[in-house]
DNA sequence: TGGCGATAGTTGCTTTTGTCAACAATAGAA
DNA sequence: TTCTATTGTTGACAAAAGCAACTATCGCCA
C-alpha cells in the first residue's frame, strides 16, 4: 500500500466525516443529546436492555450511563425494571414516548440521507450505495476497537 | 429512493463511524486531544491561519479556540506572530517542535489505515479506493454544513 | 455452606470541553 | 471623523465525561 494509496483514503475519510457525518446528528430538532439518541436507538431496536451491555456497546464510563439513564428515565422515555434472574441488574425498556422519540430520530436522519441523494439520479444512488457495499466488505475490523479497555 | 436504500446507507454509516473512524484517532499516542491535534494539522498543512480562519474551519467557539491556541503556543507547538496588515490579527504557524508532532500524527494516521488494509490484497485495495471515490464523486454536500451559523 | 473475588449499578468528586457575553483594539466604510 | 463590523481575549459558567469508592448481588469452589 502506497502513500497515494493513504493519502486518497484519509482524503475520503475527511470528505466523509465532514460532509456526511450522518450519526452526529441524529437528534437534531429533538430535546435529546447525541449519546441520548444514540441510548433510545440501541435500547429500542438493538435490543441492548442492561446498563452493562450499553457500557460496552457504547464504550462509556457506567457512572456517566447511570446519570444519562436516570435523565432519561426522568423525561419519561425509559424505564428501569428489576431483572429477576439477576437482582443486581436492571432491565431497560422503551416507553410509549420513548418508541415516539425513537420514531422521530430515525425519521429525521431518513430524511437527512433523503436530502444528501436528492440531486443524484436512481442510478448514480444505486452506485453509491454499491460502492459502500464494496467498502463494508472488504475492510476489516479494527482489533482494537474490537477488544476496548482490556485491563 | 425507497427506505430499503436507506437502510443500507445508515447500516454502512454504523459501520463507518464505528469500525473506521479514522479522525478521532489521529492523536493517539500523543499528548494531544483531538480537537488540537486538528488544529495542528489545519496550520501545518493548509498554511496562512488565523483564529477566525479555523473558527470557520473547523466551528469553534472563537474564546474556545483562543484558549486552545494559547496552550498549544504554551506547549511550544505553534506561534502567533502580529499580522502586518491588520493588526487585530495573528498569523499562526507551526514551530519545529509543532512540525515534528504534526509528521508524528501524520504517521500515526498512516499507520491505522495500513493496519486497516493489511489483510486485503492490492486488487481489493484498489477497489476500495475507487468505491470510496465515487461516494466522494456523488454525494452532494449538505447545504446546511456548507453556511453554518450565518445569523 | 460460607467465604471471596468478580460484576452491576449508583454516587460524589474532579477534570475536560464547550458556550456565552462583555470587552479592547483595529478595520473599513459612510 | 464617526459609526459599525471584525479579530481576538477574558471571565463566568454549563455540560459532558471520567475516576474512584461504595453497595448489593452473583457465582464459584474449598
Chains 1, 2 share one sequence.
Request: charged share 30%.
Amino acid at each position: 500500500m502506497n502513500s497515494q494509496d493513504i493519502h486518497q483514503i484519509r482524503a475520503f475519510d475527511r470528505f466523509y466525516t465532514q460532509t456526511l457525518h450522518l450519526t452526529d446528528k441524529y437528534h437534531l430538532q429533538t430535546t435529546l443529546t447525541l449519546v441520548e439518541a444514540r441510548l433510545l436507538l440501541e435500547i429500542g431496536e438493538n435490543g441492548r436492555n442492561t446498563a452493562i451491555q450499553l457500557v460496552q456497546e457504547l464504550r462509556l464510563d457506567k457512572g456517566y450511563l447511570s446519570r444519562l439513564i436516570t435523565r432519561l428515565e426522568a423525561n419519561g422515555l425509559l424505564q428501569r425494571t428489576p431483572d429477576e434472574r439477576d437482582k443486581r441488574a436492571k432491565v431497560l425498556s422503551l416507553t410509549a414516548a420513548g418508541r415516539d422519540q425513537l420514531a422521530l430520530i430515525n425519521r429525521r436522519a431518513d430524511d437527512q440521507i433523503r436530502r444528501l441523494f436528492v440531486d443524484l439520479t436512481t442510478e448514480e444512488t444505486q452506485r453509491v450505495i454499491a460502492a459502500m457495499q464494496v467498502i463494508e466488505d472488504h475492510v476489516a475490523v479494527d482489533p482494537q476497537l474490537k477488544t476496548p479497555n482490556q485491563p
